[in-house]
């Protein structure tokens, strides 16, 4: 999915109930063997690249906590025997630039087998390709845009750029549909869009629009903001204007609260809905009392109407952590087993972690197991087979699931 913050080069060791700070006084790299390893065994390392300070850092907290807590249970279980396994994670703040260079770096360090992330499709773009040169495997939980995993014209000749890339998470080309039939099937027919003009935002929109209007809808205004302005009040002029019945907005929580607030302030009083970018707590903590009636799309189903979700957050709020998985925090720990439950092969005889990386690349591409989202499998581009979603609608100052399904 998202775009911040300042990187940090401390390495810190995680251990069992150690919390860690969010935002200015956390280190960039938190490197831990959380859970039981040997004094012989060989040491692997996962990385993490997430924003872990600045406006996202909720969701990319718990993209790290939720790594973390998978690894550690390997380590506790013995899952790679003769190996314990480590997590570096390296702040991103969102931005491409340091994303590359937080790529760099772990493509740099000969322990490194496999990487979780990114949260932005757009600082996807950029670690992409030095994880592959280096041919370590990239898992995704949170990356949306289709191009990542089926090439610029991914609906008229799809072609996989990079057979190192994963993903846990459905994409924008299925989200941003089933948005638009959920709107349709509510009698909203005329639909005003705004987008922060990044990758995720745009291809949201794009998808969402492409649907809309083939099933009947009409989409009566399209606008963008910059992600960096506060005041969104000439925008909403000219939305106001061609009286919409909701606002599909392509972007994330930090700008998204703050447009549905000046949106009902100024007087237009229909829904803000967006995709899995608004869907955080902080979302309606920024629309405030006014964010009613809202709407998202979010991956997956909800973590507690499931058996292994439950154990999931279960587990996750044992280890004090310090930040919620949020809504990608299952996604990453799915994610980080994907990468485990290759290395149970490709590690099984290896002598080195850089010998094994192909093989955990060509593993997990094999990889057919029940994890916390769902059956966690791969197509032959990298994307997840599950596509399941679910539309939540701010009640009572918080999400509430309305409708789970998948696209028809």
Known sequence: MTSRTFVRTSVALVAVGLTMTACGSRSEGGSGATGGGESGDKTAVIGVIAPLSGDLSAMGIGIQ?????????????????????????????????????????????????????TLNSSTAQNVQPVLATAKIPMVSPANTNPSLTRGADFANAPKRAYPNYFRTCTTDDVQGPFAAQYLLEKGIKQVATVHDKKTYGQGLVEAFTKEFTAKGGQVVAAETINPDDANYQNVLSALSAKKPQAVYYGGEYPQGGPLSQQMKAGGLNVPLVGGDGLYNPKYVQLAGATATGDMTTSVGAPLDSLAKGKE???GYKAEKYDQEPGAYGAYAYDAANAI????????????????ARQATIDAIGKDDFEGVTGKVSFDEYGDSKTRLLTVYTVEGGDWKATKTGELK
């Open 65 to 117: 906590h939720s790594v973390e807590l998978a690894v550690k249970q390997a380590n506790d279980s013995k899952a790679i025997p003769g190996w314990t396994l480590k997590v570096e994670a390296k702040d991103d703040e969102a931005k491409t630039e340091t994303a590359k260079n937080a790529a760099t770096a772990l493509a740099g360090d000969n322990n490194v087998i496999g990487v979780v992330g």
């Open 312 to 314: 999931f957050l279960d």
């Open 340 to 355: 485990i439950e290759a290395l149970k092969t490709s590690l099984k005889d290896a002598n080195s972690v850089q010998g």
